[in-house]
């Protein structure tokens, strides 16, 4: 049977860190808000199709969209909440200094990562954007998609430095 793993984490300190929180959870509310409305909008575009024959135009693109917007915007408090999932099989033997040090590449990577993404998602979207690429049912310009997107592939990477600082430092648990 699988065991939960969850481990107290010590709050984010300082204004910085308490500036990052706050984006996080904004920025995760919001994703909730926008998978309610998906999950709304599918549920109404079932009925509609199964009583009146009318389901919601482009649910399907509707639904693409706001899913990839929405995990994009949940990964910044997932990397604070260390929530990513992760595989000890190799590290379990580790001591507890080996661990830390893992961790803090980890995050650091997950910096470069984010920050590189976010650069080729902003000029995927430019580009997008003078092609004037649209869905195919409602013809939603596809760009605006990855409008928040970027701003939380950004956010995502100043969390990770934020939570390398806080693993270099030993603030974390």
Request: proline fraction near 5%; aromatic fraction near 10%; hydrophobic fraction near 55%.
């Amino acid at each position: 049977m699988a065991e939960s793993v969850a481990v107290e984490l010590a709050r984010p300190s300082g204004m910085i860190g308490r500036c990052i929180e706050k984006a996080c959870l904004i920025m995760a509310v919001l994703a909730g808000v926008m998978f309610c409305i998906e999950a709304l909008m599918s549920v109404l575009s079932v009925i509609g199709r199964a009583t009146f024959n009318l389901p919601v135009p482009g649910d399907y693109e509707l639904v693409q969209m706001l899913s990839a917007m929405g995990i994009a915007m949940c990964l910044p408090y997932c990397q604070l909440a260390k929530g990513h999932v992760f595989v000890d099989f190799f590290t379990l033997w580790a001591p507890a200094p080996l661990k830390k040090a893992l961790d803090a590449l980890s995050a650091l990577l997950m910096s470069l990562c984010a920050f590189v993404l976010a650069w080729r998602i902003w000029a995927g979207m430019i580009e997008m954007r003078e092609y004037g690429e649209t869905s195919m049912v409602i013809s939603l310009p596809i760009w605006w998609g990855y409008v928040p997107v970027v701003p939380a592939f950004v956010l995502l990477g100043i969390t990770a430095l934020y939570t390398f600082t806080q693993e270099i430092r030993g603030e974390t648990k």
